[in-house]
């Protein structure tokens, strides 16, 4: 079965720092496109960023674009997110999402808080 657990997010204040990991099992991690995807209390979800396989290409939304960094170490099966700058409006669950010709699969996700 595939898993993905996403960790590291916790209350920043605003203009801070959260790395998040996501530790992946179940597939191989390396054969796959991988993004990261969030929901804010009250609304849809969102996509955030995607990867493609070996790492060398990536995209953001637009929102993001300059503050968050994707990475994957496909070695550990693992994706991060580097966080920088953070505003209140990136306050969600964000969850770690494996992209697949049987459509995307997702696993627990970690919260994200940005508040002073």
């Known amino acids: 079965d595939v898993q993905l657990q996403a960790s590291g997010g916790g209350l920043v204040q605003p203009g801070g720092s959260l790395r998040l990991s996501c530790a992946a099992s179940?597939?191989?991690?390396?054969?796959?496109?991988m993004s990261w995807a969030r929901q804010a209390p009250g609304k849809g979800p969102e996509w955030v960023s995607s990867i493609n396989p070996s790492g060398e290409s990536t995209e953001y939304t637009a929102s993001v674009k300059g503050r968050f960094t994707i990475s994957r170490d496909n070695a550990k099966n693992a994706l991060y997110l580097q966080m920088n700058s953070l505003k209140p409006e990136d306050t969600a669950v964000y969850y770690c999402?494996?992209?697949?010709?049987?459509?995307?699969?997702r696993g627990q996700g970690t919260l994200v808080t940005v508040s002073s």
């Open positions: 179940g597939f191989t991690f390396g054969s796959y496109e």
């Open positions: 999402v494996k992209i697949g010709p049987d459509g995307p699969a």
